[in-house]
């Protein structure tokens, strides 16, 4: 019988990758969705038939017990949160309901309906906020600058609580960033490529950024989300960070994909104090030895790679 996965945050962009991966790996793959009025399920539409959705919502334990009882999965990845920092600190309190606290909500639905369903945690390398040493490994203190940070913190502790007070197999993946085609609009990344690509088809004019001098370890989500499998598939649950080791400036990422268009970056970047964080994460870099190790894993797409992929697929989306 094929194995059973739940991925919740599943029209996301890491969801929508990992629930591709798990279906070239033979799992059947349900996806637990919010019932809205408006409903994206864009990035899940070309595996829609091949996956199941199922409604249930992070701020209703009893949902997420009803979803478990309903497709019974076997590894259960939690994807869903507010994910997007600079809205963090206008909705703090709503951060923290689903990002922290929906993360008991689903470990607590684990040790009543199936205490063997195996499950991983979508932790961030935004928890280190104002770093204590670099790079960051999984030993390395916390100290989150924002409300997502913090609510990412009290996701990861109370996965390693249930871990150790119940013998749950949870682990939680320390993801640096990880970017894509399917990267939403408002995130740094997606934001230059889409403009570069904008101003290359004569759409746009300019793209207003806050610091650019702000570092960042940029990998690929497709990479990403094949060391979240792995995680489960360990005899022993763990913590990891995944990364390149690597880090590049916003400034780098503009160079990179205006030039990609033939562009100079600096004719169309405009710095606004609107887009400055009140707390401001000057450098992230991860130390992913051990997922190398343990894991096996290494990233595959390097930054440049990357960029230019996200700027072709923006060309081809603006010229239909």
Request: proline share 4%.
């Amino acid at each position: 019988m094929a194995r059973r996965a739940l991925i919740t945050g599943v029209t996301g962009q890491d969801g929508s990758y990992l629930a591709e991966f798990l279906l070239d790996q033979g799992y059947e793959v349900f996806g637990m969705v919010r019932r809205s009025s408006t409903v994206t399920f864009e990035r899940v539409a070309h595996i829609q038939d091949r996956i199941t959705l199922i409604p249930g919502e992070m701020l209703d334990e009893v949902s997420i017990i009803n979803v478990l009882k309903e497709c019974k999965p076997d590894e259960l990845y939690n994807l869903a949160a507010q994910s997007f920092v600079q809205t963090s600190f206008s909705q703090p309190v709503f951060t923290g309901e689903v990002t922290a606290l929906g993360v008991t909500r689903v470990l607590d639905a684990i040790r009543l309906v199936n205490p063997e369903i195996r499950f991983y945690q979508a932790s961030s390398s935004e928890m280190f906020g104002k770093v204590h040493e670099s790079p960051q490994t999984e030993l390395t203190p916390f100290h989150p600058r924002s409300p997502y940070g913090v609510a990412k913190v009290y996701g990861h502790w109370i996965t390693l609580n249930y871990r150790e007070s119940y013998g749950l197999h949870a682990s939680s993946g320390i993801l640096f960033n990880h970017e894509s085609p399917r990267r939403g609009l408002e995130f740094v990344t997606r934001k230059v490529t889409h403009a570069a690509a904008r101003v290359a088809v004569g759409l746009g004019r300019e793209v207003r950024l806050g610091n650019l001098d702000a570092q960042r370890d940029w990998g690929f989500a497709g990479d990403y989300v094949k060391a979240m499998w792995r995680m489960l598939q360990q005899d022993q649950p763990d913590d990891f960070v995944i990364a390149t080791g690597e880090t590049h400036s916003v400034r780098e990422l503009c160079e990179v994909a205006f030039g990609r268009v033939g562009l100079h970056w600096e004719d169309y970047v405009v710095v606004d104090e609107k887009f400055l964080r009140p707390a401001e994460v000057d450098v992230l870099v991860g130390d992913a030895t051990k997922a190398r190790t343990t894991l096996e894993w290494a990233p595959e797409v390097a930054f440049a790679e990357l960029i230019e992929m996200m700027v072709d697929a923006d060309l081809a989306i603006l010229r239909r």
